[in-house]
């Protein structure tokens, strides 16, 4: 059984940074793409960022761009995302994704195979 557990949300102030964690279980990902998404109240699911298991090639939506960093611990099979200069419109509740499917500068949510539960980012101003 595949799962996804998201760790390190919680609430931040703004400037501040953060450091989600995705600990994956239950199967291999070898060939797979992980991916952060993240849901604001109200909002559609929006994609963050992704990264391929084995090659580390990385992907970001514009508006974290240059703010966040995705990575992998491949022995721990453990997923990262380091938020640095978070801002309010950061907050939402962010999920650990894992796709069979490649991404090119983004990944849809329809592509998804598995997902966390979610963790909440709450950035004060």
């Known amino acids: 059984q595949v799962q996804l557990v998201e760790s390190g949300g919680g609430l931040v102030q703004a400037g501040a940074s953060l450091r989600l964690s995705c600990a994956a279980s239950?199967?291999?990902?070898?060939?797979?793409?992980m991916a952060w998404f993240r849901q604001a109240p109200g909002k559609e699911r929006e994609f963050v960022a992704a990264i391929m298991w084995n090659s580390g090639r990385t992907a970001y939506a514009d508006s974290v761009k240059g703010r966040f960093t995705i990575s992998r611990d491949n022995a721990k099979n453990t997923l990262y995302l380091q938020m640095t200069s978070p801002n309010a419109d950061d907050t939402a509740v962010y999920y650990c994704?894992?796709?069979?499917?490649?991404?090119?500068?983004?990944?849809?949510?329809?592509?998804?195979?598995?997902w966390g539960q979610g963790t909440q980012v709450t950035v004060s101003s």
């Open positions: 994704a894992a796709s069979s499917r490649r991404f090119t500068v983004t990944m849809r949510v329809s592509n998804v195979d598995y």
């Open positions: 239950g199967r291999t990902f070898s060939g797979y793409a």
